[in-house]
């Protein structure tokens, strides 16, 4: 049904309804894609999404959770909002734990779900489930609503909070009828929630001044370091500074993987350059970080010898886990800016000669007479060189994707570190591509993973999309049971996976082209036939089952305990 202008007011004024108003507000969000599943109270929408597919692209997943996830991805790749859609109860519910995981991650995205007609509402209805209050605590803000005359200001709001200071998920609660009826709409451009300036000029000074009294300083390099667009700011601060600079699992690709004097990830699967040199430095400067207890590991005893600067966005992570010296609350970017103008060119030669010492005495190392999960992402770096963006799903492979793919570049690393969400990573994949078709993008997950969503196969295939999902096949759930075997007796209790699913007749069941692997020759000639696919490919790589994450830190204790496979030998004799 064509829009209809109103008789009294400019041309620019329309009477639309509330499907309609949805559609205007996305191409005004400038959303060119959308990641959903349909359902009954949010059939106006979807009607409305046919008569605009030439505007608007709806991804059709096979699960509301992968379209959450798909949504994060798209965001996280390309820094814009991610956009998702689901029906009421179940279908709504469904996006839960993909909502759940942006928010951890400080992901832009805004979840679009509708509920029952009004009269309705609160009496049980079939399919009726409070939605925005479920949400409530995962998201940055829950909307419901409830007149079609407020909904357009509804959603510009959603997008100016998903999008604003620390970004998240937003959700979007609409009833039925609202997207039925009909009211006045006129456009507006998008608009950015401007945060109040958190910081002095005496907080800077007062960060410089601990800069310039340090001898032994370490970066510490966060996800708001990618958020804030900060990768060049973080780049001239490390060379002025003349430090060493590690990154949380978050922070992967705000600073140079291949630069002299990166030394790798921080905490519990950090490297030991890393955390015995945070151990002994005198000076930690977290930049867009939050301590999270993975990086942290044992409060009491993190960074003993240590004042700690911190710089973010969030006033609320100041010394939230961590007590720190200074902090200044603000943009990192326009923090970082200000910081550099100010200081002058430090030295610190002996530091930096006993880091690299440390680095050459001290690598990552892996098993090579046998395939092996650091070998296969070894292998996928070097056939895409270093230009792939790598989602993952969680446990081994994901630390072994952070610990051997060496990433240049931001917004190449995507991964759920804070929910730590099994099943992320496909449709976080088939997202990226979205965002960024120019892009080789790769999943990495285990097979415990795989199986929790792999049904999203289906998606790629559906339309074709080319990504490579490779799957780290150990038979078991391997971050658990590496658990179990070195700190629960070796009882493996349900995380062995010795069952009868062959995931390559899976995959090409589900319309993709697949392949196994089993021995490191095979390997380096299937990545490249899965690079120049047209279409989706699953690559089964099968590994013993146990092979270990190292280094690692036993939970809670100092990162000076940080321990790996010879270490480990060495005191059991």
């Not at 209805?125 to 925005?132: K, L, N, R, S």
């Not at 990192?332 to 050459?360: A, C, P, R, S, Y």
């Not at 690079?531 to 000076?560: F, N, R, S, T, W």
């Amino acid at each position: 049904m064509a829009a209809k202008k109103t008789k009294t007011a400019s041309a620019a004024v329309q009477e639309l309804s509330g499907s309609q108003i949805v559609i205007e507000c996305l191409k005004e969000q400038g959303v060119d894609t959308v990641f959903g599943y349909p359902g009954g109270t949010i059939l106006n929408i979807y009607d409305e999404l046919y008569r605009h597919a030439d505007e608007i692209n709806h991804v059709l997943t096979s699960h509301e959770q992968g379209a959450a996830h798909a949504a994060d991805g798209y965001a996280r790749a390309t820094g814009k909002v991610g956009v998702c859609m689901a029906t009421s109860g179940p279908g709504a519910t469904n996006l839960v734990t993909g909502i759940a995981t942006a928010h951890m991650d400080s992901v832009p995205l805004v979840a679009i779900t509708c509920n029952v007609t009004l009269p309705w509402l609160g009496k049980d209805t079939f399919q009726e489930v409070d939605i925005a209050g479920v949400t409530m605590p995962i998201t940055k803000h829950s909307f419901m609503v409830k007149d079609v005359t407020k909904l357009a200001d509804t959603i510009r709001k959603a997008f100016a909070i998903a999008r604003s200071g620390r970004p998240g998920p937003v959700l979007v609660d609409i009833t039925k009828d609202v997207t039925a009826a009909k009211c006045e709409y006129k456009k507006a451009k998008p608009s950015v929630l401007k945060s109040q300036k958190n910081y002095t000029d005496e907080d800077i000074d007062k960060a410089i001044e601990l800069i310039k009294a340090s001898e032994r300083p370490f970066i510490y390099v966060g996800g708001g370091a990618i958020i804030s667009g900060a990768t060049k700011e973080v780049a001239e601060f490390a060379k002025k500074l003349d430090a060493p600079v590690c990154d949380s699992l978050m922070g992967k690709g705000a600073y140079d993987g291949t630069a002299a004097n990166y030394t790798g990830m921080i905490g519990m699967h950090g490297t030991k350059t890393t955390n015995l040199g945070v151990s002994k430095c005198d000076l930690l400067i977290a930049l867009g970080a939050r301590f999270s207890d993975r990086v942290v590991s044992n409060p009491k005893t993190f960074a003993p010898k240590a004042k700690i600067l911190h710089i973010d966005i969030d006033a609320a992570e100041i010394n939230k886990n961590v007590r720190t010296a200074a902090s200044v609350v603000g943009d990192l970017k326009e923090v970082l800016t200000i910081i550099n103008k100010k200081l002058g060119k430090q030295d610190h030669k002996e530091w930096m000669d006993k880091i690299k010492e440390m680095k050459e005495k001290m690598p990552l190392t892996y098993p090579h007479s046998r395939l092996t999960c650091p070998y296969v992402i070894e292998t996928l770096y070097d056939v895409t060189k270093g230009k792939a963006v790598i989602t993952t799903d969680v446990g081994q492979h994901q630390i072994w994707a952070a610990q051997f793919y060496k990433y240049t570049e931001p917004r190449t690393f995507l991964s759920s570190g804070g929910l730590g969400t099994m099943g992320y990573g496909l449709g976080a994949c088939i997202g990226a591509k979205y965002g960024r078709p120019d892009k080789i993008c790769v999943n990495i997950a285990g097979d415990g993973c795989f199986r929790m969503n792999m049904q999203e196969l289906a998606t790629a295939s559906r339309y074709n999309v080319p990504i490579i999902e490779i799957i780290i096949n150990n038979h078991v759930l391997g971050m658990v049971r590496q658990w179990q075997n070195l700190f629960y007796g070796q009882r493996y209790s349900q995380t062995v996976l010795e069952d009868k699913v062959d995931y390559v007749k899976v995959a090409e069941a589900l319309g993709c082209t697949a392949y196994r692997v089993t021995q490191k020759e095979e390997l380096e000639d299937v990545l490249k036939k899965a690079v120049k696919a047209k279409g989706p490919v699953v690559i089964d790589c099968v590994i013993k089952e146990d092979d270990k994450v190292y280094p690692m830190v036993p939970g809670g204790q100092p990162l000076e305990a940080v321990f790996d496979a010879d270490d480990l030998k060495a005191k059991q004799g």
